[in-house]
């Protein structure tokens, strides 16, 4: 069976985008430190909930500017409360400011007391699913983050996972995804649930490879407000499935339900 035009559409706009095109920062430095230091990317990975992406890619570089590192030792030996300190410093902040401090803190304990200091040692031969559940072992870590961690090792750090189930593979349902979705017809509703069954729908064997090239789509061209329909590669494939109601998804916050029943907040903006 043919692909939907507009399935076929994204995968082939998603062989053209670049890795920097997934984790957007605010100054070159921000960029050179997440593809240098693999401790800075899990860093802001697990932070990626809910806060514009340029802020949580640059987040460890502000961190790292602030205190003159950025390492596993230094985070696991300090308390919540001086974490809380740092991150409230900032002059741009996690969404979560509270959890933070905590999900950082776990993730450098596991990385110092399992791992022996080097978070690479989390994917280094390892399967997709150890990754997966390992980093859902993080406070505030669901099903979606874990997923979109092993997409971004598999797309920008040419980690190869061996027995990875690209069937299994899921959209991380942002507000991004669902208005992307949306507005080509995908689904019927704006909601992240309708948004992962599609995904499965129209691309069975690997729905998670709608994932990059719709969330880049969503955030440079199919914005909330005045979309630049235009400029946009699904030009001539979208029926723009737009109204008054849904033109400000970026306003709204989703509870994304996966298939064991559980709940997952999702903000604004990855």
Same mark, same amino acid.
């Given at each position: 069976?043919?692909?939907?035009?507009?399935?076929?559409?994204?995968?082939?706009?998603?062989?053209?985008?670049?890795?920097?095109?997934?984790?957007?920062?605010?100054?070159?430095?921000?960029?050179?430190?997440?593809?240098?230091?693999?401790?800075?990317?899990?860093?802001?990975?697990?932070?990626?909930?809910?806060?514009?992406?340029?802020?949580?890619?640059?987040?460890?570089?502000?961190?790292?500017?602030?205190?003159?590192?950025?390492?596993?030792?230094?985070?696991?030996?300090?308390?919540?409360?001086?974490?809380?300190?740092?991150?409230?410093?900032?002059?741009?902040?996690?969404?979560?400011?509270?959890?933070?401090?905590?999900?950082?803190?776990?993730?450098?304990?596991?990385?110092?007391?399992?791992?022996?200091?080097?978070?690479?040692?989390?994917?280094?031969?390892?399967?997709?699913?150890?990754?997966?559940?390992?980093?859902?072992?993080?406070?505030?870590?669901?099903?979606?983050?874990?997923?979109?961690?092993?997409?971004? %090792?598999?797309? +920008?750090?040419?980690?190869?996972?061996?027995? #990875?189930?690209? @069937?299994? $593979? =899921?959209? !991380?349902?942002?507000?991004?995804?669902?208005?992307?979705?949306?507005?080509?017809?995908?689904?019927?509703?704006?909601?992240?649930?309708?948004?992962?069954?599609?995904?499965?729908?129209?691309?069975?064997?690997?729905?998670?490879?709608?994932?990059?090239?719709?969330?880049?789509?969503?955030?440079?061209?199919?914005?909330?407000? %005045?979309?630049? +329909?235009?400029?946009?590669?699904?030009?001539? #494939?979208?029926? @723009?499935? $737009? =109204?008054? !109601?849904?033109?400000?998804?970026?306003?709204?916050?989703?509870?994304?339900?996966?298939?064991?029943?559980?709940?997952?907040?999702?903000?604004?903006?990855?």
């Amino acid at each position: 069976m043919d692909k939907d035009p507009r399935i076929k559409a994204l995968l082939d706009f998603g062989k053209r985008i670049y890795p920097r095109d997934l984790f957007p920062v605010r100054c070159e430095e921000a960029a050179v430190l997440i593809e240098k230091n693999p401790f800075a990317f899990a860093f802001a990975a697990v932070l990626d909930r809910g806060t514009k992406a340029e802020i949580i890619w640059t987040v460890p570089y502000y961190i790292q500017k602030y205190t003159g590192d950025l390492n596993p030792h230094f985070f696991a030996n300090k308390s919540i409360e001086e974490l809380e300190n740092i991150f409230q410093s900032l002059l741009e902040k996690p969404r979560y400011i509270n959890d933070a401090p905590r999900t950082v803190k776990e993730l450098s304990e596991m990385v110092l007391n399992e791992y022996n200091g080097d978070v690479t040692r989390i994917w280094k031969g390892k399967s997709a699913s150890y990754v997966k559940r390992t980093f859902q072992r993080i406070y505030g870590v669901g099903p979606g983050i874990a997923s979109m961690i092993v997409l971004l %090792l598999e797309k +920008c750090f040419k980690v190869h996972f061996k027995d #990875v189930d690209h @069937k299994s $593979m =899921d959209v !991380k349902p942002d507000v991004h995804i669902v208005r992307v979705f949306y507005r080509l017809g995908l689904i019927k509703n704006p909601n992240p649930t309708e948004a992962v069954e599609a995904a499965r729908r129209f691309n069975p064997e690997y729905p998670g490879a709608l994932d990059a090239p719709t969330w880049v789509v969503g955030r440079k061209w199919c914005i909330s407000v %005045l979309p630049r +329909c235009e400029e946009c590669p699904l030009e001539n #494939v979208c029926p @723009k499935n $737009m =109204d008054e !109601k849904n033109l400000n998804l970026s306003r709204k916050c989703y509870r994304y339900k996966d298939d064991n029943n559980n709940y997952s907040l999702l903000g604004k903006e990855r």
